[in-house]
């Protein structure tokens, strides 16, 4: 027994060659987690348009998301973990060139970014120009500019919040891509050498006060340890890795809540909830929920537009109210609330069907021939 587990964590693991909707699902509902967070943004207008933080509470239904309000962020780390585990499933048995990985990523991810980044810095010339202040993020100088352009906002190099903000998560996550490229190039992957990558990106985060870019390791590489104990265990017993998943998410939830009360890492439980929950869902989608899970992919082919998307959106709304068409106080009920999160998914959808896929299949089809018949996959 001692020596088939052995053999296991040294098996190289493989990549399914299937898309997991479940995944996408999940990924999905966390990019709406973070809409819904930075429905706060709407009170950073800045100048007249700057209202508090109680202004919040006038939208119950946003007061009954309370969670997501108040810790909408930590979904960034589902995001990490996930870009992981789809790598694995992309990537895993694979010796991808440095060209092909790279222009697989910048055909994914640059396009929209460009796009958005783009929108941003107009909005704000103009807000700066007719109202006489920029909109919710205020250092839009031309270094961080360049930086955004480059992707390189997470990189330590910037300063303050600026432009289309939120790509701080992607960016962070350009430095692990290529740690992995590095990985998945020169060695098999097993459960043993992700384990000891993941183990030193933990040590790093905890004696260096957990730095993004090594914190998006630790999630990065955790997701890719949870895809691999997937692919390992045995199909035949997949429904007791199911109810080892459903005891380890309620483990890791009670810890997180000892952990308020105690200097506990929060890497400690949010990263094996974060996994348990994966193995939850790709083991369910795996054994009998894979038709329902099928129907929830509109979710997960939104996820990068409804991230890119809605801080432009807010900054046009809020434009829009600076310049008297309707009162900045009005952004504040329940029905704009509905409306806005209507407005950023089907915005997201017109993204998703007539930029990025278009973009990253006209990219393909000329600088990477062995994608153009094969699906792509909607996961950063």
Known sequence: MIRKSLSLLRQEVTAAGRNFYSVDFLRGIAALSVVVFHFKNFGGGGGDLQRPASALDQVGLLNLLEPVRHHGALAVMVFWAISGFV???????ERPSGFTFFIRRFARLYPLHLLTLLVVALVQAVAIATIGHS??????????????????????????????????????????YAAFWALVRFFPLNLVRLIMIWAAFEAAAITTGSGLIILCGVYFFGGSIIYSLFRLWPEGSRRNLMVLAVVGLVASCGLGLIGRSVDLPITAWLLPAIGCLLLLFVTAEDRSAGRYFRL????GDITYSSYLW???????????????????????????????????????????????????????????????????????
């Open 296 to 299: 929830t992919r509109p979710v």
């Open 135 to 176: 909109l919710i993020y205020h250092d839009n100088d031309g270094w961080n500019f360049m930086l955004h352009l480059f992707m390189a906002s997470e990189w330590g190099l910037g300063h303050g919040e600026s432009f289309n903000y939120p790509i701080w998560s992607v960016s962070a996550e350009i430095m692990i």
């Open 87 to 93: 790598f694995m499933n992309i990537y895993a048995g």
């Open 310 to 380: 809605h801080s432009p959106l807010q900054m046009l709304i809020l434009l829009g109210a600076g310049w008297g068409l309707w009162p900045v106080d009005g952004l504040f009920n329940d029905t704009f609330f509905v409306a806005y999160l209507t407005l950023v998914c089907v915005l997201s959808v017109l993204s998703f069907k007539w930029i990025e896929r278009p973009a990253q299949r006209w990219l393909l089809a000329r600088f990477d021939p062995a994608m153009r018949s094969k699906p792509l996959i909607a996961a950063p």
